[in-house]
């Protein structure tokens, strides 16, 4: 499949242009040729991930942290150029989708989540620069849960306004554990990496599914 076409594919699911996002959501690293066989999925642009979709025979890597943020990579040095030569060593094209891929119904983070922890009657919840990523639902105990995927420790109380009994996201920083706590808002910190693994993972499936490609994800966890 010719790249413009699975990379407008992906855009219309996650309707990317509806997002005001400090990432560059799309191709952020292209490649010499334009036909992909076989798609790589991970979390992070890091350089293990990159180095796991080469290894695996993918020209195309679709991740949820880019390498492109704001502006752009102002200065290619360091780790930034690591990941950047290890693509273009292995003509590996790389593709990142932040917001999109936390908000999306079919296929992101948060409503994955949901899925994940049954929750019902889930709704979006959580504003984020007016971009609306989260959710809340019920659990089988008819407790309100709300969820946040990645850093989203700030939303602790706006969960509490919204009547939540725990509220799940990835981590959060100790002055939002504080905030947290001084409000009665329980929160559980279940892992940045954890959480964002289920976007990537639906949207690998999906991708599968609609376009007949050959998929794989590839663990970039960083483990120190």
């Given at each position: 499949?010719?790249?413009?076409?699975?990379?407008?594919?992906?855009?219309?699911?996650?309707?990317?242009?509806?997002?005001?996002?400090?990432?560059?959501?799309?191709?952020?690293?292209?490649?010499?040729?334009?036909?992909?066989?076989?798609?790589?999925?991970?979390?992070?642009?890091?350089?293990?991930?990159?180095?796991?979709?080469?290894?695996?025979?993918?020209?195309?890597?679709?991740?949820?942290?880019?390498?492109?943020?704001?502006?752009?990579?102002?200065?290619?040095?360091?780790?930034?150029?690591?990941?950047?030569?290890?693509?273009?060593?292995?003509?590996?094209?790389?593709?990142?989708?932040?917001?999109?891929?936390?908000?999306?119904?079919?296929?992101?983070?948060?409503?994955?989540?949901?899925?994940?922890?049954?929750?019902?009657?889930?709704?979006?919840?959580?504003?984020?620069?007016?971009?609306?990523?989260?959710?809340?639902?019920?659990?089988?105990?008819?407790?309100?849960?709300?969820?946040?995927?990645?850093?989203?420790?700030?939303?602790?109380?706006?969960?509490?306004?919204?009547?939540?009994?725990?509220?799940?996201?990835?981590?959060?920083?100790?002055?939002?554990?504080?905030?947290?706590?001084?409000?009665?808002?329980?929160?559980?910190?279940?892992?940045?990496?954890?959480?964002?693994?289920f976007g990537v993972k639906a949207l690998m499936r999906e991708l599968k599914?609609?376009?007949?490609?050959?998929?794989?994800?590839?663990?970039?966890?960083?483990?120190?």
């Open positions: 499949m010719k790249i413009d076409h699975l990379l407008a594919w992906i855009d219309r699911l996650l309707a990317v242009g509806a997002f005001d996002d400090v990432s560059n959501n799309g191709l952020q690293i292209a490649r010499t040729g334009d036909d992909v066989k076989k798609v790589a999925f991970a979390v992070d642009a890091s350089l293990a991930s990159v180095r796991a979709a080469a290894a695996a025979g993918a020209e195309l890597l679709v991740v949820h942290h880019g390498v492109s943020w704001g502006g752009g990579i102002r200065r290619l040095t360091g780790g930034a150029y690591r990941v950047v030569k290890a693509a273009m060593d292995a003509n590996l094209a790389v593709a990142g989708y932040h917001l999109p891929l936390d908000a999306n119904k079919r296929c992101g983070n948060n409503w994955e989540l949901a899925r994940y922890l049954k929750l019902t009657r889930v709704t979006s919840a959580f504003s984020y620069h007016g971009n609306v990523i989260g959710v809340t639902g019920f659990n089988a105990h008819g407790k309100k849960i709300g969820v946040c995927s990645g850093g989203a420790g700030e939303f602790a109380e706006e969960a509490r306004r919204l009547g939540c009994d725990v509220y799940v996201t990835g981590e959060a920083n100790w002055g939002e554990k504080i905030a947290a706590a001084n409000i009665g808002q329980p929160m559980v910190c279940a892992g940045h990496y954890a959480t964002e693994t599914k609609s376009l007949k490609l050959s998929t794989v994800f590839v663990d970039g966890d960083v483990r120190i």
